[in-house]
């Protein structure tokens, strides 16, 4: 299954200033990632996600990256939480039954204009990496939580390893950090043949 594109009329928007920044609902996404990243069935299954087979997220397209503290943003996952009340509060949630028929848990948003030029690696380590920000909450002893529902609980999470170079360099790593120089060390588990037919490498700028 080829990788999901940005459609063309949100780009032509991207490239106008007089418009800013427009959002789009992208559910051609979510079923691409189901097929090929969740089901044990697709082409770069990664068990890592097993959690999110049943999970309410939605995927959107923005038309253009931003900035943020100097970066380049492409992708961002969020927890949909409306901070406000009244008509603020029913807008929101207008909004987002306009979107998706209904308000998500959570929310992946993709910069079209990126998306539409980088290699599918580049692509699939972008929604990974996304992915990775919704885990499945644990207990004080490690253990998986679970809705009374039975389904996974899940909650935002930070970048396994955030660390500079130059501590790295000058004083070693840390359990965390080794634990990423040895994945780093190891042979790729997606092969670039794999990749081409599904697929992304993490933008290090990204959210």
């Given at each position: 299954m080829d990788r999901p594109m940005p459609p063309a009329s949100l780009l032509e928007l991207s490239e106008l200033s007089d418009f800013g920044i427009r959002l789009a609902p992208s559910p051609e996404v979510?079923?691409?990632?189901?097929?090929?990243?969740l089901a044990d069935t697709g082409s770069i299954h990664n068990e890592d996600h097993a959690h999110l087979i049943d999970?309410?997220?939605?995927?959107?397209?923005?038309?253009?990256?931003?900035?943020?503290k100097g970066r380049t943003v492409?992708?961002?996952a969020e927890q949909v939480a409306?901070?406000?009340g009244g008509w603020q509060k029913a807008r929101?949630?207008?909004?987002?039954?306009?979107?998706?028929?209904?308000?998500?848990?959570?929310?992946?948003?993709?910069a079209a204009d990126y998306c539409a030029q980088c290699s599918d690696a580049d692509f699939c380590?972008?929604?990974e990496h996304e992915l990775y920000h919704i885990a499945q909450a644990k207990d004080q002893y490690g253990v998986p939580k679970f809705t009374q529902e039975g389904l996974p609980k899940l909650e935002m999470r930070g970048h396994d390893v955030e660390e500079f170079v130059g501590v790295v360099r000058r004083y070693g790593a840390s359990p965390d950090v080794q634990a990423l120089v040895d994945a780093a060390n190891s042979?790729?588990?997606?092969?670039?043949l794999n990749?081409?037919?599904?697929c992304g490498t993490c933008l290090l700028r990204s959210a």
């Open positions: 979510w079923e691409w990632l189901s097929a090929e990243i999970a309410d997220i939605r995927v959107m397209w923005a038309s253009a990256a931003f900035s943020k492409v992708g961002q409306f901070r406000a929101m949630e207008q909004q987002m039954m306009d979107w998706f028929g209904d308000v998500p848990a959570y929310i992946i948003t993709l380590a972008l929604v042979p790729a588990e997606v092969g670039k990749i081409s037919r599904a």
